[in-house]
Every structure is written in C-alpha cells, then in structure tokens.
C-alpha cells in the first residue's frame, strides 16, 4: 500500500501540469499515465494569450519555450465574399491581449505533454507510464488500483485528481454527470510540413465554398491545420489518400498563400472529430475533483481546451497550496468560475461555428455583412476578445441571444 497527498490519474497536460506544480510546492505527487509514448492524437497545439498568462503564473512559460514553443503575432481572416488584400489589410496583431504576451503559443502537443511530465518527475513527483488504472474511487479515503509492471499496487491519497480527457475513468467512477451538446460541423486536423513561404508569424482562418480552413505555424515550415466542412460529409476524407484529399481542399482563391500549405506533406495522423461543446454542473465530488477535458471541453472551434485546462490547474492548484487540510477545501468556487467560464465559452463556439463552419449562399452572406457592419460596429466582433483575452473580459450583455441576433443579422 501507497499514501501520497494526490494521485492524479492521467499524464496529459492537466495532469502533468497539476503534478508538476503541486510537486514544486512539496506536496507528494503520484501521477499515473496509460500510453507509454504521447502520440499525436490530432489534440491542442495552440494556446490563446489568456492560456499563455495561466502557464506564465504556473511558471511553466520557460519550458514550454524551451521545448520549441512558438509565439504567433497577426491574424487574417479570410473569406469567399472579399479580396485577399482587403482580409490582409485588416489583420489583426496578436500580442495586444494580455500584457507580457507577444500572442498565441504553439507547441506540438506530445512535445507539450512530455515537457510536462518530465517536469512533475523533475519536481519530485512519482509519474508513471503504462499504467492500467483498475479502479480509482473517491469518499473519505480516495483509492486508485492500478497494475505497473506486471505488479498491482493500492495507492492512498488525501485527493484523487481527474486529468484523464474526454472519456474519464476518474469522472465515471464519481458519478459525476457530463452534458454535451448537439454536434454543428466536422473538424479534422493533420499536421504539414515542408510548408515553404508561409509567414511564421501568421495564423489565418478563411471560410470558401463547403470548407472553412484554420493554419497555425509552428515554427521550421511546419504547420497545424484544422478544417470543418457539413455534418452530411461523413466520409469526405476517408481512406487511403484521405490526408492528399483534405489539404488539396485548402486550395482557396479567396487565401492564395495556402497554395503553400497544399504543397506541403502530411506529418501526422489526419484524424475527424465532430465539434460539439460538454460541461459538467460540478467537477468535483467528496475526495475527487476533476481538471481538464476530464471536467467537461469547448468546441475546438475556439482552440481553447488547453487554456481551460491551464485554469483549471491555477485554480485548483491555488486551493490546494492555501491549505493543508484538504477535506475542508471548497472547490465550489473553482465549480461557479469553471461554470459561467464554460457558459461564455459555449456561447462564443456557437456564434463562431455559425459564422466560420455553415456554408451555401446564405451563409456567405451573413459573412459578408458581418464583416461590413463590423467595420463601423466593433461591438459585433468582440466575442473575439473573449477568445484571445479570456471569456472574462467582456460584459455580461454579449452572452444573450439579443447580442447573437445582433452578430448573425436575424
Ligand atoms: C480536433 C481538436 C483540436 C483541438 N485544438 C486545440 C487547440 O488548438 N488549442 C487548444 O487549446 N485545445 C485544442 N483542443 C483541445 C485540447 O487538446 C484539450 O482540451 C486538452 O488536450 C485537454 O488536456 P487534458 O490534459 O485535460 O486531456 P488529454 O490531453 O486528453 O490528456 C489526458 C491524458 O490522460 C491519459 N489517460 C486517459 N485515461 C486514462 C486512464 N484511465 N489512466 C491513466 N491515464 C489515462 C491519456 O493517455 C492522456 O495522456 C483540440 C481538441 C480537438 C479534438
């Protein structure tokens, strides 16, 4: 039998980051992590300024950088109803978000996972991999079993973490409940290299015909991009050539540089998912709290489920290092913050899938309109802020379906 003061369950950046941190603050860590090499599983690779603020008060920033991480600082969008010069004309420079933040951070996401677990075991931390989590129950005395190394060892801890994604063992096992929504559009991502001629600093998003693109730079000719294209085209980029097929589908007249992304060769797996939001009402139970997807995730329209996961840490985290006795710690204010964050967040996925992934002739128009009405109304673009500065920043009155009418002009 084992006793540590927390045992997460789930190596992936939540995790790591929580150990590793926690760790640093002379707290005993057990971290257990089921694959033994983090593969790309097509997952984030970008982190909007306020999530580069959250690893800066983690003091996480000077290892992700060292790692490779790459700062992006302009953005263009494109569009089928306007000329590539007028998009660029209007783009918008990235480090103006958050202070002492040039812009985005970039960082491919086994690199990012494994900078991270390295750290917690760095710190102190007792990280594992290949581990096969048989149980993990919360209550007054938290419990994982797990198998390692052909052994099957019981660990005790004063706190069970849920850092384990999308599908949580954690989550299931605390009865605690997730809701998702209806899914909006297919989004698949692959990543390119070889990319030659496309600005390093430059992220673009561009909607033409039945297909709405999104490029991110890493850095060394290599980009991550993203596509969404209608829920009826299940199979547009199945089989054999599917990865050829889905970046020969970037070729847009209305963004002529991603003639250079066409060029490039895929460097990764080309995997589908359908976009759709899901929260949870408590990511915490007696004895477990949840972080992460494991608590619930964005669309990945926005790119922002490592910024929520980088809170979720900091939050928590903060609990945690303000106390020792942790039966007495409260985490309903990190469930409140988590709650009207996801809230927010749901809400600008929702406009922005509605404006950037629906297509045909009428969506073209909205598009159109919104990008005239606001030039003279800034007010229609501010879900934007929420995006890159933090869903935070804006008042209350742009989370309403008056303000959704507003942008969509219906
Ligand atoms: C298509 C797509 C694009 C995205 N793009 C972006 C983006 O650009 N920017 C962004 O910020 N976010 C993006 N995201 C979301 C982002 O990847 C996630 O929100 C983020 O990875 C969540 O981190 P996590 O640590 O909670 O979970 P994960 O990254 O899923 O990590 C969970 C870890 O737990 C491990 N695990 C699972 N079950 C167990 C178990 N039973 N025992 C032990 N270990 C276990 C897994 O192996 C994994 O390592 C995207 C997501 C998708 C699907």
Redesign the pocket.
């Known amino acids: 039998m084992q006793a540590y003061d927390l045992v997460i ?7 790591s980051a929580l150990a590793t941190v926690m760790a640093e603050a002379g707290r005993s860590v057990l971290l ?4 033994d090499v ?1 593969q790309d599983k ?6 909007a300024p306020w ?1 580069v603020a959250e690893v800066q008060r983690l003091g996480l920033y000077d290892r992700l950088m060292a790692a490779g991480g790459h700062h992006i600082t302009r953005h263009v969008t494109y569009d089928e109803t306007r000329a590539p010069e007028d998009a660029e004309a209007t783009a918008l420079p990235l480090g103006i978000f958050r202070e002492g933040v040039p812009g985005p951070l970039c960082l491919r ?1 086994p690199i990012h ?1 494994q900078t991270l677990f390295d750290a917690a075991k760095a710190a102190g931390a007792t990280a594992l991999r290949g ?1 096969n ?1 048989m149980s993990a129950t919360g209550g007054p005395d938290p419990t994982v079993v797990y198998e390692h190394d052909g052994r099957t060892v019981e660990a005790h801890a004063r706190l069970l973490v849920g ?4 599908t949580s ?1 954690v989550r299931e096992a605390a009865g605690i409940v997730l809701h998702q929504d209806k899914p909006h559009h297919w ?1 698949a ?1 692959l990543l390119v290299d070889g990319v030659e001629g496309w600005d390093p600093t430059l992220q673009a998003i561009g909607t033409e015909g039945d297909f709405g693109f999104l490029a ?1 730079p890493q850095g060394e000719g290599r980009v991550r991009v ?1 596509g969404g294209y209608p829920l009826d085209q299940a199979q547009r980029f199945k089989g054999p050539d599917g990865a050829r097929r889905f970046l020969d589908a970037f070729a847009m007249a209305c963004s002529p540089g991603n003639a250079a992304l066409v060029a490039g060769e895929p460097a990764g797996p080309l995997f589908s ?1 359908f976009n759709a939001d899901s929260w949870t009402d408590e990511p915490f139970a007696p004895g477990v709290v949840l ?4 608590a619930g ?1 964005n669309d ?1 329209i926005l ?7 980088y809170r979720d840490v900091r939050i928590v985290s903060d609990l945690l290092k303000a106390s020792d006795d942790w039966r007495a710690v409260d985490f309903s204010s990190y469930a409140q913050e988590r709650a009207e964050r996801m809230r927010r967040l749901r809400f600008i996925a929702g406009l922005q899938a509605a404006v950037d992934m629906e297509f045909g002739e009428a969506a073209a128009e909205r598009r159109r309109s919104l990008f005239e009405r606001g030039a003279a109304d800034p007010s229609l673009k501010a879900h934007g802020l929420g995006v890159m500065a933090g869903p935070e920043m804006l008042p209350p009155e742009m989370f309403t379906e008056e303000h959704r009418a507003r942008v969509l002009g219906g």
Not at 9 to 15: K, P, R
Not at 291 to 294: I, L, N, P, S
Not at 303 to 308: D, F, M, R, T, V
């Open positions: 369950v789930g190596g992936g950046i939540g995790g257990l992590e089921a694959t983090y097509v997952r984030g690779e970008w982190i999530g996401h996972c581990v989590v850092a384990d994604g999308r063992q989004f991502g991110f993203y998912y972080v992460g997807d494991a995730w990945p790119g922002l489920g490592l910024s929520i996961t």
